[in-house]
């Protein structure tokens, strides 16, 4: 299944920040267990080549993102074998790079000229960054006036939630840190929520 077709499927894809290497296999770990086969790692120091490699390997099944910051990080996740990139704005080297790898890449942009500049440079997945900016109700109006673009919506805990997002029925799908702020225990339980809430699956 192709990376866009997963998060269409799923809607929900939890965003993890880790500050240990350690974290991360129990994390992912307890994300699958609750059902959504989707991660977005956020790129930083703890996010090591030779940890993000593991989490690959091991999570053979898992679609494996990263949220980079710069091209270095790109290249980086590239080079282990992630299913797709974001990052928080458009970079074309940052695309250059993805397409080098055959890897998607889904730029961020917040401003409707920001969107065309992305479109036009060969995006078809946008990610509304920081979402919070965007009412639910103008991205909705984004999206109507924008039909052959897909856009997902990079959540914050607040003012909005991600469940504000998610209920847009032609949104493609949701980043939500919220749901791996918790124990491992709440982590899974979290996700098998959003599963049952969200996903096509739960048809």
């Given amino acids: 299944m192709e990376t866009l077709d997963a998060i269409r499927r799923y809607r929900i894809i939890p965003q993890a920040t880790f500050t240990g290497e350690d974290k991360v296999l129990p ?6 267990s609750g059902g959504l086969p ?17 989490a690959v390997n091991t999570f053979t099944d898992t679609y494996i993102g990263v949220k980079v910051f710069d091209a270095e ?11 797709f990139i ?3 704005f458009f970079s074309e080297k940052i695309m250059n790079i993805c397409r080098d790898y055959g890897i998607r890449y889904i730029p961020g942009c917040l401003t409707p000229t920001e969107i065309h500049s992305a479109a036009s440079a060969g995006a078809d997945a946008i990610l509304i960054s920081p979402s919070y900016i965007i009412t639910p109700s103008m991205l909705e109006r984004y999206i109507a006036e924008s039909p052959h673009i897909k856009f997902i919506a990079d959540c914050p805990a607040d003012p909005y939630p991600a469940s504000d997002y998610a209920a847009i029925s032609r949104l493609l799908g949701v980043i939500d840190p919220t749901l791996t702020a918790g124990t491992l225990d709440e982590t899974a339980a979290g996700c098998r929520d959003a ?7 739960r048809y």
């Avoid at 994390?27 to 699958?32: D, S």
């Avoid at 990080?73 to 299913?83: D, T």
């Avoid at 599963?195 to 699956?201: A, G, L, M």
Wanted: glycine share 6%.
């Fill in 86 to 88: 974001c990052s928080p």
């Fill in 27 to 32: 994390v992912i770990g307890a994300i699958c």
């Fill in 38 to 54: 989707l991660v977005c790692i956020v790129m930083n120091r703890s996010v090591t080549r030779k940890i993000l490699a593991l």
């Fill in 195 to 201: 599963v049952n809430k969200y996903s096509s699956e």
């Fill in 73 to 83: 990080g790109a290249e980086l996740a590239c080079r282990c074998g992630v299913r």
